[in-house]
């Protein structure tokens, strides 16, 4: 994190302060949760956990695309579905390992997306909307139907689990390590991202994209790259599953998984990372914490999407408080003084 | 001269895409005429079929009573429908706010909330299985016209298609409430400002097109004989392919293109397995999108 070690030495004692959040986080993270996992020492939590941590992964993808650059995005799952099946069958028709199918299964989603988003980039609002959820769907029928190459509704066993050259992460505490190492870093990338300039840039495309055109802001391009972007960090999070769970089919992916990511980052809010997180770990979490509710729990979910957009239209954590948030605890970027950019006010990472 | 085969694949595909027509109709009405965007609609359609269903095995009444009964439940949920999901999020009249991006996503997200909701709901009352619909009550004794085999469900759909879309373009366009919902859908304030109760006129529409869908489930149910929580699914995504197609706002430009996309996947069905056939559709739709952005039938729009 470079943006810390420039800002200026006067702030040190806020700063000291201002990394409080940020530094809790990753105690609870790397610490507080894996020790509380190992104290109870069941596979169940483990997997929850695991999948939360990939869902948090996801949402943040999403509100890379849907709430900072305000495209509506209904096909997602299907990158993360193009994430896994890359990772699935290079390991089962290949035989590599997860150090070399995770950034794989990333770059072939953020292939795919290009290739989409070529054609597609120019509609706007509800078209564009429409056109990711035929997108997603195709993918999803290819995964569904191609049944020579993605075994189709079968699914593809993944025999291999977490390792990194070689050395074998497969044991539970390493593999939740694994996925909360790549998670934390993918989040950081997504936040930096979603902080800085080009985050900035991408809210004006948001906001008006007409206006921002005008002003210079490249909005065709800007658009392909938060969509190709948040792809990739898809398919990283479907690479993820894949090793995690050793076993994939197309189900994982169908559009209602899209509307479920769509729903975590709208309770969340549209536009706040931190929110996409909350949202995230609410959507995973609450219906295992409902399974004595047995069938009601999804109920529950559709009801608690309700009231949050009836209730919190700004959702849980709105932007502007999240911004605020940010800029308070990882202020760096938007201090007054600094030798970036002098006496003027900083908006944000460059 | 034609190879009856291709002639019974055509009439398959025309009976497909009667249904799609169908749905595509009330779904069309709400979501293009008025512009709002309901995912809420395929469970509107469930629930016609369920409400059918349930009469059926509780009184076994003549199917003209079967049909009443869904559509006035259907009146029923696109009523509460539009209470719950609709109504709380015009609560600002301001121009602005009517205008924004927000409250229309807003309301795409409530009504998605709301079909999760009935759908599970359905699913603990019903069960997620398929259940059939009663021997006596399905619509599909088989009917031979000249080289084709057709079934009476597909005249039956075709009449109501056909009843709907006159009765419907009469509405629009012959009535005073036809006006009033053209008025609310072109400009809301300036409807407002006339003198037009927009909230009535919006649950009016609503009523209308839910009673469209509900009567679609019940005869889609009485036609293929099965009735499960799950089904408005892929109908509704036809339906709205048929709708953006034929242009968002242009009720019999969504029927042709509901026609056209049934005869597709059916004569698709020729050459590829039947698993693929959903990607004519798709397809269709991306094609559509790019080439024609204002539909193959849908006024002049300023931006795509």
Wanted: proline content about 4%; hydrophobic content about 55%.
């Amino acid at each position: 994190m470079n943006a810390f070690e420039t800002a200026a030495p006067a702030d040190g004692l806020s700063r000291r302060r201002g990394l409080l959040v940020p530094a809790l986080i990753l105690l609870l993270v790397f610490a507080a949760l894996p020790a509380l996992l190992a104290g109870f020492d069941k596979g169940y939590f483990y997997q929850i956990a695991n999948l939360a941590l990939i869902f948090v992964l996801l949402s943040a993808s999403m509100h890379l695309v849907t709430g900072v650059a305000g495209l509506l995005h209904l096909g997602h799952a299907a990158f993360y579905g193009v994430g896994a099946y890359t990772a699935a069958l290079l390991t089962s028709k290949l035989g590599l390992g997860f150090t070399v199918t995770l950034p794989l299964s990333g770059l072939v989603a953020a292939l795919v997306a290009f290739l989409v988003a070529l054609p597609t980039m120019r509609l706007v609002s509800i078209y564009f909307a429409v056109a990711t959820l035929a997108i997603g769907q195709m993918l999803y029928l290819v995964m569904l139907n191609w049944v020579d190459f993605t075994k189709g509704p079968n699914g593809v066993i993944v025999s291999k689990g977490f390792e990194l050259f070689g050395v074998s992460l497969s044991g539970r505490l390493a593999a939740y390590y694994t996925v909360a190492t790549v998670v934390t870093l993918s989040v950081i990338a997504i936040g930096r991202l979603s902080h800085s300039y080009y985050g900035n840039a991408l809210r004006s495309i948001r906001e008006d994209d007409q206006c921002a055109d005008a002003m210079g802001v490249s909005t065709v391009r800007l658009k392909m790259e938060a969509f190709t972007l948040s792809a990739f960090f898809a398919g990283v999070a479907g690479g993820l599953w894949a090793h995690m769970t050793g076993y994939i089919s197309p189900g994982d992916f169908k559009f209602s998984e899209s509307i479920l990511i769509l729903a975590m980052v709208v309770v969340g809010g549209l536009g706040s990372l931190p929110g996409a997180v909350i949202g995230a770990l609410l959507l995973i979490l609450l219906p295992e914490g409902l399974r004595a509710l047995g069938d009601f729990r999804n109920i529950m979910v559709g009801l608690v999407m309700f009231l949050s957009i009836l209730l919190l239209p700004k959702g849980l954590l709105g932007e502007v408080s999240a911004l605020r948030l940010v800029r308070q605890q990882l202020g760096a970027a938007w201090r007054t003084t600094g030798p970036a950019n002098g006496k003027g006010e900083g908006i944000g990472w460059r | 001269m034609f190879d009856p085969y291709y002639l019974q694949q055509l009439a398959i595909g025309l009976s497909l895409g009667m249904t799609y027509a169908l749905m595509a109709i009330g779904f069309t009405l709400i979501f293009g005429v008025l512009n709002v965007v309901n995912f809420a609609h395929g469970e509107i359609y469930t629930l016609g079929a369920f409400a059918g269903l349930v009469l059926i095995s509780a009184t076994a009444p003549p199917i003209v009573a079967v049909i009443l009964g869904a559509l006035a439940i259907g009146a029923l949920a696109g009523f509460s429908l539009e209470r719950i999901a609709f109504k709380p999020f015009r609560r600002f009249t301001d121009e602005a706010s009517l205008k924004s991006r927000a409250m229309r996503e807003s309301t795409l997200l409530s009504s998605l909330a709301v079909s999760i909701v009935v759908r599970e709901a359905l699913e603990i009352v019903f069960g997620s299985q398929m259940r059939s619909v009663p021997f006596e009550y399905l619509i599909n004794t088989p009917v031979r016209v000249g080289p084709v085999i057709l079934v009476t469900g597909d005249f039956i759909i075709f009449g109501v298609a056909a009843a709907m879309l006159i009765g419907l373009q009469y509405l629009l366009t012959r009535t005073r409430v036809g006006l009033a919902i053209r008025a609310v859908s072109n400009n809301p304030l300036g409807a407002k400002y006339v003198g037009i109760d927009t909230d009535r006129t919006i649950i009016t529409t609503f009523v209308v097109g839910s009673m469209m869908g509900a009567a679609a489930g019940i005869l889609m149910g009485l036609y293929y004989g099965a009735v499960f929580p799950a089904m408005g699914f892929t109908p509704g995504i036809k339906a709205f392919v048929a709708m953006v197609m034929g242009g968002l706002s242009s009720i019999p430009g969504a029927v042709i293109c509901a026609l056209i996309l049934g005869i597709s996947e059916s004569m698709a069905t020729t050459f590829v397995s039947s698993g693929w056939s959903d990607m004519v559709a798709y397809g269709f739709l991306i094609l559509t999108l790019i080439f024609f952005p204002n539909g193959l039938f849908g006024a002049r729009r300023e931006r795509v």
